[in-house]
């Protein structure tokens, strides 16, 4: 006898114990997760209430708006609880389909992997797992069993991930101490062609990992680099493998920010963070035909690499309504529009405020890097704050952005004075014009000399000579 699915929520009311415990957020946070999360938000006064998010906005228990420049650090392509996405995935569960009986063949993550596919066509296999460093793991696994060759080559501060493989190809040290031995991975300089043919010529690496624009820092791979690097490459019989997890998916002006470079054809490809549509952890590695068949060579094999969930019917169904909505509302071409028209406007600022060193980057992923000034009151004020820690100036911008003008940007790195904007895909001219405007703001109190900015960097540097 089948038993009849209930449709009594067995007690559980998510509505009630949200209204009821909401209010211990932080509190919740700081006694049973990551303790030292609460502490640094309530340290530069990021501690908000959020209520509620729509596109690229939030706002709090009072009404007022927040423009979101941070986009969950890449997750939020099309910004939050897009319609599509969402009518997609009651749709999902509504079908009541049977998911993940791990012994048969359901359509949706071949309906995603044709869809992603499409816009890469060199490629021709999938695999489906749950998150960008998994994507990452799975290249690296594939490109070393492929190529029977140990070791894989990555670019200085570049991040791929956080597990034990793809911090083995982090560039930066901060992430690495004390989680050693990991594996005989060996970092090159980003655009250094030489460095890369010498550690080709010892025989035994099995590819390159290269995001074609690092997150850390915003630092673009030099013009002709990423073709010259794939033909030395092959030429040893390695492989290139594009981690484009925070730049996929039409962040930098095109479906990929390698496709910028003509003649540029990665043999694996990890994707990630917008293909969830921000709602399912979803992450995928595409690769060449040759490469799928060596790793899957026999039926002994077919379980070699999988993932508990993935392919699950959730995460296909996020990524193929994400998939239609870049298509159908032109998502990329607006990101590369809205991004040009950014960049230009902050471009137009480095003349006129001494503090401002360079803006750069593509599409909807900008950096705006903070330099040493020459005036001799900001040049003091500047080298005390790099005496304590270097990085805190731009933190001393990203502060009043929120507290002052309710716009959410980040810090490009651990000890890096650049402030990195990678807001939702479907940002316009209003929100380009209102992050200016604050922008301008918050620089012209800066070179003021005075006020509450050089009175928070006050506070930042106790923090930071604390701290040590």
């Not at 509504?94 to 048969?104: K, Q």
């Not at 290269?210 to 390695?238: D, F």
């Not at 549509?277 to 068949?293: C, E, M, Q, S």
Request: glycine share 10%; net charge negative; proline share 4%.
């Amino acid at each position: 006898m089948t038993a009849e699915p209930s449709s009594q929520s067995g007690g559980f009311d998510l509505g009630k114990l949200l209204a009821g415990r909401a209010g211990e957020r932080y509190e919740l946070h700081a006694r049973h997760l990551n303790h030292q999360l609460p502490r640094m938000l309530h340290t530069i006064g990021f501690d908000k209430y959020y209520e509620r998010a729509e596109g690229a906005y939030f706002w709090d228990a009072e009404g007022n708006d927040y423009l979101d420049m941070l986009a969950g650090f890449g997750v939020m392509g099309l910004g939050r609880h897009h319609p599509v996405v969402r009518k997609a995935l009651h749709d999902v569960l509504d079908a009541s389909l049977a998911d993940l009986t791990r012994f048969d063949c359901q359509p949706l993550p071949g309906l995603l992997a044709e869809q992603l596919l499409i816009h890469s066509p060199h490629l021709d296999r999938v695999f489906f797992g749950n998150s960008g460093t998994e994507a990452v793991e799975t290249a690296l696994k594939f490109a070393r069993y492929a190529t029977g060759k140990p070791r894989v080559l990555y670019c200085a501060h570049a991040f791929h991930g956080l597990t034990t493989g793809s911090l083995s190809v982090n560039g930066e040290s901060g992430f690495r101490d004390g989680f050693a031995p990991l594996l005989p991975d060996t970092a090159v300089p980003l655009g250094d062609l030489d460095v890369l043919e010498r550690e080709l010529r010892k025989g035994d690496v099995a590819g390159l990992i290269v995001e074609p624009i690092q997150g850390k820092g915003v630092h673009e791979s030099p013009p002709g680099y990423l073709r010259a690097a794939q033909e030395l490459l092959h030429r040893h019989k390695a492989l290139l493998i594009a981690d484009e997890v925070q730049t996929g998916l039409g962040r930098t002006g095109d479906f990929y920010a390698y496709q910028h470079e003509d003649g540029v054809e990665p043999d694996l490809v990890c994707v990630a963070k917008a293909l969830s549509g921000g709602y399912v952890p979803v992450g995928a590695t595409l690769g060449r035909d040759w490469i799928f068949k060596k790793v899957y060579s026999s039926m002994d094999r077919v379980l070699v690499h999988s993932a508990s969930f993935g392919g699950n019917a959730q995460a296909m169904a996020a990524g193929l309504a994400v998939l239609s909505v870049m298509e159908n509302e032109e998502i990329v071409a607006n990101a590369r529009a809205t991004g040009e028209e950014l960049k230009s406007r902050l471009a137009a600022l480095v003349d006129k405020y001494e503090l401002l060193s360079e803006v750069r980057g593509r599409g909807l992923m900008i950096g705006i890097e903070f330099g040493k000034p020459k005036s001799l009151k900001l040049r003091s004020r500047w080298t005390m704050l790099q005496a304590a820690r270097k990085g805190l100036f731009a933190q001393m911008v990203v502060v009043p952005l929120l507290q002052r003008h309710r716009i959410l940007t980040q810090v490009s790195g651990d000890h890096l004075e650049v402030i990195k904007l990678i807001p939702p895909l479907i940002i316009g001219e209003r929100d380009v014009d209102r992050f200016v405007d604050a922008f301008t703001d918050v620089m012209d109190d800066a070179h003021n000399g005075g006020g509450l900015m050089w009175d928070f960097g006050k506070t930042l540097v106790k923090q930071a000579v604390a701290n040590r």
